[in-house]
């Protein structure tokens, strides 16, 4: 049987590096389920579709290959704000649980990362981490980030983004962004990657003695 880990938390987290060098480390294969909805929400915009027809949205969920999502292609902020606005759709998000769900039987194991891994795309996985740090952190993150590719960020509008996407995953009806009851909270806003991932080792090498 395939391990799973689930990490899931807000946007700009420190989940998606941390998920990386978790999969590297066990040689596991690694799955951004956010890039499964950005990949519906730029098909989307690309085909000039709209992004509130549940039926057009979810026929185009459907046709996500798990094998051509491109981070790069994919990191433009206005289609993670369009995937946030898709996924509050339940029938978009049951193409896409259910794709996830096939990746994650991925022998020897999988490290996914997202909003429902642990709550409920992989709720039997036998590692949950809730990877967070405050709003402020995560913006300062993404500022950051941006400043780094060489182009002007303007700090106070991140900050509001970063509140505005997560009042939207954490609000919706449909799998809101929670930790799972068993997952183990990981707070990165004093923690340096190296110090989150011997964090996160030490909880995983405990699961899979047991297993
Ligand atoms: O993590 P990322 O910013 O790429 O995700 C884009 C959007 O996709 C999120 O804001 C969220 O609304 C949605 N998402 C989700 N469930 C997941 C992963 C992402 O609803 N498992």
């Known amino acids: 049987m395939s391990f799973i880990i689930a990490i899931d938390g807000p946007a700009a987290a420190g989940k998606g590096t941390l ?14 389920s ?19 027809d549940e039926a057009v949205a979810t026929r185009i969920a459907l046709a996500v290959d798990l094998g051509g999502l491109d981070r790069t292609a994919l990191a433009k ?3 993670g704000e369009a995937a946030s606005r898709i996924a509050v759709m339940p029938s978009v ?17 999988v490290v996914i990362d997202g909003r429902d891994i642990g ?16 709003p402020e952190v995560r913006a300062r993150r993404r500022y950051d980030e941006i400043v780094a590719g060489g182009a002007a960020a303007d700090y106070p509008a991140i900050f ?15 799998s809101p962004l929670k930790p799972a009851s068993d997952a183990h909270l990981l707070d990165t806003s004093e923690m340096s990657i190296e110090a989150a991932f011997r964090a996160a080792k030490t909880i995983i090498d405990a699961a899979l003695n047991r297993n």
Request: hydrophobic share 35%; with cysteine.
């Open 19 to 32: 998920s990386r060098k978790i999969a590297e480390a066990y040689g596991f294969q690694h799955l951004d």
């Open 34 to 52: 956010g890039l499964t909805y950005r990949a519906t929400a730029k098909a989307l915009l690309d085909a000039g579709l709209p992004l509130d």
């Open 77 to 79: 902020h206005q289609i």
């Open 93 to 109: 998000r049951r193409a896409l649980v259910e794709a996830q769900r096939g990746f994650s039987r991925r022998e020897p194991g």
């Open 119 to 134: 709550t409920v795309v992989c709720p039997d996985a036998p590692v949950k981490l809730y990877v967070t740090a405050s």
């Open 160 to 174: 509001e983004d970063v509140q505005k996407r997560d009042a939207r995953d954490m609000g919706r009806a449909d």
